[in-house]
């Protein structure tokens, strides 16, 4: 999936670059990468931090599973390469993104490891932090927030995360929120004060 088809082709670079965005958005460009269990939270939090960041006059923009889904993705299932494909494409989109100077944030279940990790080279490492929207599977499951983990038990899905496909907890997450445990706002205060940190200037590398 990942043969260059189009080889006679030349990067074009307009001097308009990153940088020149970023400073014009007075911040930096950054992703955080929400993972978990469907219903663990990513959509409510995720949404919920741009509302902050927007408020403060940051340019934002939220990716999420079910609307590429819709849309770009429309053309996957969920097996396992299609899931692979499917977060290499966000991850390209959310690259030009950075690019464009906007501060990201993806709500991705992303179940397996090796494709997180894909993820975050094809992002690259400095600019992209995991943050594990952890709920134990029983408690989504009973949140059942789109009634798919019934469907799912009834083996009218395949390849449903938590019930018959895997999720690999993060390694080594730059912030873990335990939202069984947590309000909602409490999760978004510690995540937005979080992605403060991660825009100081001592934290920006370039
Ligand atoms: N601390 C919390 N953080 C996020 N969602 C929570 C929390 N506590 C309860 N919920 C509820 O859990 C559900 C999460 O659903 P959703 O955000 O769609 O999950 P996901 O996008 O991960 O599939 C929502 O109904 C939300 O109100
Ligand atoms: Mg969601």
Same mark, same amino acid.
């Given at each position: 999936?990942?043969?260059?088809?189009?080889?006679?082709?030349?990067?074009?670079?307009?001097?308009?670059?990153?940088?020149?965005?970023?400073?014009?958005?007075?911040?930096?460009?950054?992703?955080?990468?929400?993972?978990?269990?469907?219903?663990?939270?990513?959509?409510?939090?995720?949404?919920?931090?741009?509302?902050?960041?927007?408020?403060?006059?940051?340019?934002?923009?939220?990716?999420?599973?079910?609307?590429?889904?819709?849309?770009?993705?429309?053309?996957?299932?969920?097996?396992?390469?299609?899931?692979?494909?499917?977060?290499?494409?966000?991850?390209?989109?959310?690259?030009?993104?950075?690019?464009?100077?906007?501060?990201?944030?993806?709500?991705?279940?992303?179940?397996?490891?090796?494709?997180?990790?894909?993820?975050?080279?094809? #992002?690259?490492?400095?600019?992209?932090?995991?943050?594990?929207?952890?709920?134990? #599977?029983?408690?989504?499951?009973?949140?059942?927030?789109?009634?798919?983990?019934?469907?799912?038990?009834?083996?009218?899905?395949?390849?449903?995360?938590?019930?018959?496909?895997?999720?690999?907890?993060?390694?080594?997450?730059?912030?873990?929120?335990?939202?069984?445990?947590?309000?909602?706002?409490?999760?978004?205060?510690?995540?937005?004060?979080?992605?403060?940190?991660?825009?100081?200037?001592?934290?920006?590398?370039?």
């Amino acid at each position: 999936m990942n043969m260059l088809k189009s080889p006679n082709t030349v990067v074009y670079r307009g001097k308009i670059d990153r940088l020149a965005r970023e400073s014009l958005n007075r911040h930096p460009a950054k992703v955080f990468w929400f993972t978990g269990l469907s219903g663990s939270g990513k959509s409510t939090l995720a949404h919920a931090v741009e509302e902050e960041l927007y408020r403060s006059g940051m340019r934002t923009y939220v990716f999420d599973g079910d609307n590429v889904r819709h849309g770009l993705c429309g053309d996957l299932s969920f097996s396992p390469e299609a899931r692979a494909e499917n977060l290499r494409r966000i991850a390209e989109m959310v690259k030009l993104f950075l690019d464009a100077g906007i501060l990201c944030l993806t709500a991705f279940i992303s179940p397996l490891e090796r494709d997180r990790q894909k993820v975050r080279e094809i #992002v690259g490492e400095r600019d992209f932090f995991e943050i594990y929207v952890k709920c134990p #599977v029983e408690v989504c499951e009973e949140r059942d927030v789109k009634g798919l983990y019934k469907l799912a038990r009834a083996g009218k899905i395949q390849n449903y995360t938590g019930v018959s496909a895997p999720y690999e907890e993060p390694l080594s997450p730059s912030l873990v929120v335990e939202t069984d445990s947590c309000t909602v706002q409490g999760c978004v205060d510690r995540i937005v004060s979080f992605v403060m940190e991660q825009l100081e200037p001592e934290h920006v590398s370039r």
